[in-house]
């Protein structure tokens, strides 16, 4: 007599949630853990910053994730060069190159937005402003069956016009760049061929794009940051 068994095999998900709150990775288990219970069975690993998670994904024990949530703003690990969930993504797809990722973040500026959407590729980019309970659902439900999922805001800054992005070139980025390091500006000529007298006129005109004119050099390397001109 052959005997027919009902038993459907679950299938298993290794997913890594990285965030600097506590309650806020609680929030997400509870939801990750909900999805589809009959079907699916997650094993969960979860980092507190930058330094937790870098020694978990390049840990050659752990368990290749087959999904990673990463809050783009979080404690960085500076000895490894690390500095946010961007960095960790990057880490991800070289010693995970299958694992899908879902950031998400507090910035709400377009060309932040186009800037981590051009280097990482997310599968899933969420602003935190619009997530609810439903919604990483809703999200993890997308990225789970292999389609990409941006939040609404996201898509709301998507859809605006090329004419409300700002764009500059080599120079100005390298200017940044030199000025985030502390560099004096009497000798970034030394880095960048072209005159003081031009570095000193871009940077007056990056003040202008940024709206920082009577701001410091601090405050123009911040700026471009927030913006997604510098990381």
Known sequence: MTIVSNLKTTIKNNILIVDD?????????????????????????QAKDCESAYNIITDPDTTVFDIAFLDISMPPYEEKGIYNGEDLAKLISEYMPSCKIILLTMYTELLKIKTIIKTINPSGLVIKNDLTFDELIFAFDKVIKGKTYYSESVLKMLSLSEEDTIEIDQFDKQILFHLSKGTKLNDIPQYIPISLGAIERRKINLKELLKVEEGSDLELVREAKNRGLLF
Do not use: M, Q, V
């Open 21 to 45: 709150h506590p309650f806020i990775i609680e929030g997400y288990k509870n939801a990750i853990t909900r999805y589809n219970p009959k079907d699916f069975e997650f094993l969960i690993s």
